[in-house]
């Protein structure tokens, strides 16, 4: 357009105009009443987050998930895949926390690869400890996320302002002794498997790792909790359908948390017997 207060407004553009030439016919009366008449749309049909589409997503993730923890089950006697997949699935993990749209593609590649490196763990506890230290682990988590599932669904345990703050506190702190003693493993200021988490607290012959993984599987308890508050927010906000695949990623990544956190507790613990 020749006149610059037009052509500097998109509402006027040719395309605009375009769209309002195509536009639909004013409905009359009884085109309104028939509309009325018609069943609301479903969430589904709306292309919106439900919490069906939700579990169906997290089943086919942990089902992926489970597939590749008995290839790393099969190859957890070779320390290269335990490291090669660990390094690849903290990649994914990241691509997929900071993308902005979630992708079906990536979230199913973290889930196997996460479970190549579950498994390969697994195996390598089996192999140091006991045959039952997986099972106890596995029905140990079951139980927590079961007991936390039931206790968010009844309203008797929600997420709080209050709490988060503390539970965020708590986390950089864990993670600030974890990178510690990591260091100081590497370092080789400690023999143990378990670096510092070995070392007695006074005189009680209790490691300092019952206490910390008791902690920590409280901390991986109530990171649960925000999933579930996550998920039931953007469900009733109507978040679009492609979001129920970051609930599963977020799920995925705290429950493998709380089974790596009950099976070195429980590997602590039985290697003081």
């Known amino acids: 357009m020749a006149n610059p207060a037009f052509a500097n ?14 536009a639909p016919a004013i409905p009359t009366a009884g085109d309104l009443a028939q509309q009325y008449a018609q069943p609301a749309a479903t969430p589904d049909q709306m292309e919106r987050m439900t919490y069906e589409d939700t579990i ?25 895949v335990v490291i090669a997949s660990g390094l690849i699935g903290f990649v994914l993990a990241l691509v997929n926390t900071f993308k902005k749209k979630p992708s079906p593609g990536l979230v199913l590649a973290y889930a196997g690869v996460e479970g190549v490196f579950v498994g390969a763990i697994s195996m390598i506890y089996t192999l140091l400890f006991n045959s039952a230290i997986v099972p106890m682990a596995v029905f140990g988590t079951l139980g927590v996320v079961a007991v936390t599932l039931a206790l968010f669904a009844s309203g ?17 702190g864990y993670a600030a002794f974890s990178l510690v003693n990591l260091g100081l493993m590497w370092g080789g200021v400690t023999n143990s498997m378990f670096g510092l988490r070995d070392v007695e607290i006074g ?14 599987v409280l901390l991986a308890a ?11 927010r953007a469900v009733t906000q109507g978040a679009p359908r492609i979001y129920a695949w970051r609930a599963a990623f977020g799920l995925m990544v705290t429950i493998v948390w709380l089974y790596l956190e009950i099976l070195r507790l429980l590997a602590i613990v039985m290697g003081r017997r």
């Open 9 to 22: 407004s998109p509402i006027f553009s040719a395309r605009a105009a375009a769209k309002v030439a195509a």
């Open 56 to 80: 169906v997503k997290t089943a086919v993730s942990f089902v992926v998930l489970l597939a590749g923890a008995v290839i790393g089950w099969l190859l957890g006697s070779y320390l290269l």
């Open 156 to 172: 008797k345990v929600r997420a709080s302002k209050r709490a988060t703050q503390i539970f965020l506190v708590a986390l950089v």
């Open 203 to 216: 005189n009680t012959g209790i490691p300092l790792g019952v206490p910390l993984g008791i902690l920590v």
């Open 222 to 232: 109530y990171s649960l909790v925000l999933d579930f508050d996550g998920i039931k």
